[in-house]
């Protein structure tokens, strides 16, 4: 179960692998100072949490999160999903200019065109090694949350 988030959210990490997504919380964290992060492994929650659904319709905040690092190898889609779903909402809905950074293993450029052609803002191949998968978490995660503007 989810752990309730009762403030903002600056990150929202999609990723099925309990270990990878503790380090990429973790990674973020250590990273961006005073970042808000809440990490969830599958769509299902992924889309409870952005639209304020089931564990997660308590949840206060109404602002979507400022970066969402979507995994595409999720046990009930291709992650892909979640991304069409966000695209898909109404122009002026706030969510449709967060951020979706597609971080996964996979290096099939069919991959990397459907990514880009539903709407990913990046697509980053996770690192083999553990100190280059922190470094790429850590960069995104600074570039994102700290660099990148979305409102003028």
Known sequence: MPVIVDNSVDILVVEDNDSERASIVESLRAAVDGVSVAAVANQKEALDFLFRRGDWMHRTETDPPSLILLDLGLPDSDGLSILGEIRSLDPDD??????????????ATTDISRSYRCGANSYVIKPLSFADFQAVVEAVGRYWVKHNRVHA
Request: no cysteine; charged share 5%.
């Open 94 to 107: 706030a969510l449709t200019l967060t951020p979706v950074v597609i971080f996964t293993d996979s290096h």
